[in-house]
């Protein structure tokens, strides 16, 4: 209806695989696989790749062995359906990526709330990027994302988000059947604006999912298009190879014939959220709080770095080199070597030899010492991503100011702060609201938010669609909304 194709029935097409993976019938699965006989191919297959491309790896290992073990590389055999070769590069490129994109300081940290993800709680609250509770009923992940809840201007960066991207995809995986099965993408672009397409952070993720995370990325369905969809639609598509352009598929129409549609690809009603027609109602704000509690709990019951590392990185330096170099750093032989060489290349000017990840970073490394993660402080952490709604309101102003900092500051972003829930102060103007509409259950929604203090300029035009209308702090009335109601439903919850 506006320039793009809606969705087909699945059916038979040129390549079988993409029907198979479209309609939740992946026959590439492999079964029983050979592990040992995959890790050594694996371990072979690194063997042969130059140092200068596997740096990034190699100093991660260097600093933190006991993340290396033999299920950490078995994730990107079940990628590649067990091709080493393949799952090799996977590997190599996934530990530059993640250079590039947490720094030489959080890279090798846990991907966690309070560890890799210590400085993203902003970004994390908007919801942009959620990982539904349950899975198709191809037993695949999802994950959804909600492009109106992308507002960069409020003091996040692109790479933030992009750090949030990977942290859901990671606890997508951490259920072993997702690495078989594979994740499904489903975007709702009905309520975005044309400016909140953010086509370089799709981009981002787009290489992410097909080169560097350790996921097999099955399908992309986009469901309820609005208008500025035709518009950038040839852009999206445009930004995907050809073998991910014949696994997206956009939904449009009445909201029964996109739910008939979604059910022919494995996503019936009763798995999606309530926003595209679906009876999931999200509670992100509490799926972070469980979240949470549950990685605190994981810490507590974790014990002190017992496992070792798989015999797979034993050779990810050449045989030569690692001979070389176990005879200055004999307590670490991997270590020293990558980092001198990650140093010497950057010093130099030579990074055209690194792959793109690692020789656009640029980093300054840090120094070695060997137990620099082993003492993490976990209240402080906490203490870093818990901040008051008030704080987050007086500074929104000189976020919006355009004071852009770069994403290696060590300032926290500017704008409203996590909603984690753990001791945050609320925000009055909202807690108003739900006294206005628990005293008066007639009260309009809209109404409840007025005599808390929100403020909506734009909501008396008449010629303006409500979903379009923002408060003063540039949040939509929708989300406003919706957030009052979950607080409403709370408080019933706890009567």
Not at 411 to 423: E, H, M, T, V
Request: proline fraction near 6%; charge should be negative; hydrophobic fraction near 40%.
């Amino acid at each position: 209806m506006w320039g793009f194709q809606q969705a087909p029935v699945p059916a038979a097409s040129d390549d079988p695989a993409v029907d198979a993976d479209l309609c939740g019938k992946t026959t590439a699965v492999v079964s029983n696989p050979d592990v040992p006989g995959s890790l050594t191919a694996l371990q072979h297959e690194l063997s042969k790749i130059p140092i200068a491309e596997k740096a990034a790896l190699a100093h991660a290992q260097g600093l933190k062995p006991e993340i290396f073990n033999d299920d950490h590389v078995l994730q990107f055999l079940w990628a590649e359906k067990f091709d080493a070769a393949l799952a090799a590069k996977r590997l190599v490129r996934y530990w530059s990526d993640r250079f590039k994109l947490f720094g030489p300081d959080k890279f090798v940290l846990p991907l966690t709330l309070k560890g890799a993800l210590k400085d993203d709680s902003l970004a994390l609250s908007r919801g942009y990027v959620q990982l539904l509770a349950d899975t198709d009923t191809a037993g695949r992940a999802v994950l959804y994302l909600d492009w109106s809840s992308h507002e960069p201007s409020i003091g996040y960066s692109q790479e933030s988000m992009h750090r949030v991207f990977w942290y859901m995809a990671h606890v997508a995986v951490e259920n072993p059947k997702i690495l078989e099965t594979g994740i499904v993408l489903v975007i709702y672009p009905q309520e975005a604006r044309l400016d909140q397409f953010d086509h370089s952070l799709w981009n981002t993720i787009a290489d992410s999912c097909r080169y560097s995370l350790p996921i097999s990325w099955r399908a992309t369905h986009i469901v309820h298009p609005n208008r500025f969809f035709s518009i950038i639609h040839p852009v999206f598509m445009a930004s995907l190879p050809q073998d991910v352009q014949d696994r997206v598929v956009v939904h449009s129409g009445t909201k029964m014939k996109v739910l008939a549609n979604l059910l022919r690809y494995c996503l019936p009603w009763d798995k999606i959220p309530s926003d595209i027609g679906g009876c999931l109602d999200i509670e992100f704000d509490q799926w972070l709080s469980d979240r949470m509690a549950k990685e605190d709990q994981e810490l507590l019951e974790k014990p002190s770095s017992t496992s070792s590392s798989s015999l797979v990185f034993s050779s990810i330096l050449n045989p030569v080199e690692s001979r070389s170099s176990e005879n200055n750093n004999a307590g670490n032989p991997l270590e020293g070597r990558a980092l001198g060489l990650l140093s010497q290349l950057i010093q130099s000017g030579q990074t055209s030899s690194l792959p793109n990840a690692v020789a656009s970073a640029v980093p300054a490394l840090p120094p070695i010492q060997p137990n620099s993660f082993a003492g993490i402080d976990s209240n402080q952490l906490f203490l870093d991503l818990v901040h008051s709604s008030n704080s987050g309101q007086s500074s929104n102003g000189n976020a919006a100011g355009g004071d852009k900092r770069g994403d290696n500051s060590k300032q926290p972003a500017k704008g409203p702060k996590s909603i984690i829930k753990s001791g945050r102060k609320s925000d009055p103007r909202m807690d108003a609201a739900v006294e206005a509409k628990m005293n008066d259950p007639d009260l309009s929604l809209v109404d409840a938010l007025r005599q808390g203090g929100f403020v909506f300029p734009n909501i008396d035009d008449t010629n303006a669609p409500q979903y379009t209308v923002v408060d003063s702090d540039n949040v939509k009335i929708t989300q406003r909304k919706n957030q009052l109601l979950r607080r409403l439903r709370s408080m019933k919850k706890k009567s």
